[in-house]
Structure formats: structure tokens, C-alpha cells
């Protein structure tokens, strides 16, 4: 079973970076078949996807945040991560982590709250 | 492309049919097409991929159906539990990324 745990500071300064790592077990996160994904949740609006990953492949952002967006992967750490440059209050959001199954997003890590304040 | 899902909530109580709307504004891929369900306080939990496929676990109350521009979920006979949010999501293959619709609220009655 595929477990995603999301982590990182839940406060960022206005004009910062946003920063989030997702630790995955159960799962390689070096393996050529699986897409790890970032989608986020403003509150209390809908769900908006950001951008995916795999080992061996350039990654894939949202147009809409490619400017400011970074998707990473760590072997080492069996690990992925986020990184979003210039935030507002509009980047306030739940971030969840997810892999990847074909056109859909299977499994889901239980998601964390960042807020973009001074 | 757009989803657009109808209705934005939809009232019904226990034991009753529930159908949703998921309507394209371009013809959407079969095999592109899923949802999802998601409770307060939870991540989004996968319900239906390529338009029709049960994801493991899920109850076979649940259905998906549908093709071109309109697609629809049903649940035949309601449970307590399956009060919650339900999004369709499209996958894009040029460039790749994922699209939702935003999302019909099923409420109980």
C-alpha cells in the first residue's frame, strides 16, 4: 500500500517561497512507471493540479505556474518536492501530494495547509 | 478544456439514486476521465477511472458512465457515508496536465 506524507513550514511571508517535500513508502520513487504529482485546494474551493514528475522524464506544470514552480525528486529520501517562488495570498491552499496511475491520480497524501502571511 | 458539473449541490436522503453531471466543452477521451470524492477534512479519495472502472475498495453503488462531452456518476442507493464533495478530472496528454471540474456537493436531505 502507498503512503504519502506531506511536510514543510505551514506559514510563508508574502513575496517568499513556498517549500513542501512528500516522503512516499510503499512505492519507489526512482521507478520508471509512476508520475508523482502536487495538487492544491484553496480553502474551501476547488481542487487545482500544479504539476507531476517521474524519475526519468522532464516534469509537467500547470501553465497557469510554470514561471514559479519547481518539482523535484530526491532518490535518496524516496522522496518529491515542491517549491513555489513570488507566493501571494492567492497560493494560500491544503497542497496535497499524489502518484500518479495512468490519466488519474490514485493515491493521495492527507494534504497540509500552507498560508501565505505576514 | 472545461468541466462543468451540475448540479452545484444536490439534496437527496439515504437510499435514494443520485446522479451527477460532468459536461466537457471539447469531446474528452474515455479512458481520460475519472472521479473523485472527497469529505471534509480529506484528501480527495478516487472513485471511478477511464469513465467506468471501480477503483479498489469501492462500493459497487457507485457507477460512472458516459462519452464525447457528457459523462455522469451515479450512486444507486445512498448511504449515510456518501454525503460528501464529488469532482470529475480530465487528463490532457498535449501538454500534460490534469484538469477538475469544480465540484458537485451532495447534501443530505
Known amino acids: 500500500q502507498v503512503q504519502l506524507q506531506e511536510s514543510g513550514p505551514q506559514l510563508v511571508n508574502p513575496s517568499g517561497t513556498l517549500s513542501l517535500t512528500c516522503g512516499v513508502s510503499g512505492a519507489s520513487i526512482s521507478s520508471n512507471n509512476d508520475w508523482w504529482s502536487w495538487v492544491r485546494q484553496p480553502p474551501g474551493k476547488g481542487l487545482e493540479w500544479i504539476g507531476e514528475?517521474?524519475?526519468?522524464?522532464?516534469?509537467n506544470y500547470i501553465p497557469s505556474l510554470k514561471s514559479r514552480v519547481t518539482i523535484s525528486v530526491d532518490k535518496s529520501k524516496n522522496s518529491f518536492s515542491l517549491r513555489l517562488t513570488s507566493v501571494t495570498a492567492a497560493d494560500t491552499a491544503v497542497y496535497y501530494c499524489?502518484?500518479?496511475?495512468?490519466?488519474?491520480?490514485?493515491?493521495w497524501g492527507q494534504g497540509t495547509l500552507v498560508t501565505v502571511s505576514s | 478544456i472545461v468541466l462543468t458539473q451540475s448540479p452545484g449541490t444536490l439534496s437527496l436522503s439515504p437510499g435514494e439514486r443520485a446522479t451527477l453531471s460532468c459536461r466537457a466543452s471539447?469531446?474528452?477521451?474515455?479512458?481520460?476521465l475519472a472521479w473523485y470524492q472527497q469529505k471534509p477534512g480529506q484528501a480527495p479519495r478516487l472513485l471511478i477511472y477511464?469513465?467506468?472502472s471501480r477503483a479498489t475498495g469501492i462500493p459497487d453503488r457507485f457507477s460512472g458512465s458516459g462519452s464525447g462531452t457528457d459523462f455522469t456518476l451515479t450512486i444507486a442507493r445512498l448511504e449515510p457515508e456518501d454525503f460528501a464533495v464529488y469532482y470529475c478530472?480530465?487528463?490532457?496528454?498535449?501538454?500534460?496536465?490534469?484538469?477538475f471540474g469544480q465540484g458537485t456537493k451532495l447534501e443530505i436531505k
Open positions: 477511464a469513465t467506468s
Open positions: 499524489v502518484r500518479n496511475s495512468l490519466f488519474y491520480l490514485e493515491d
Open positions: 471539447q469531446s474528452v477521451t474515455s479512458s481520460y
Open positions: 514528475i517521474n524519475r526519468g522524464e522532464s516534469p
Open positions: 478530472q480530465q487528463y490532457h496528454d498535449s501538454p500534460p496536465h490534469y484538469t
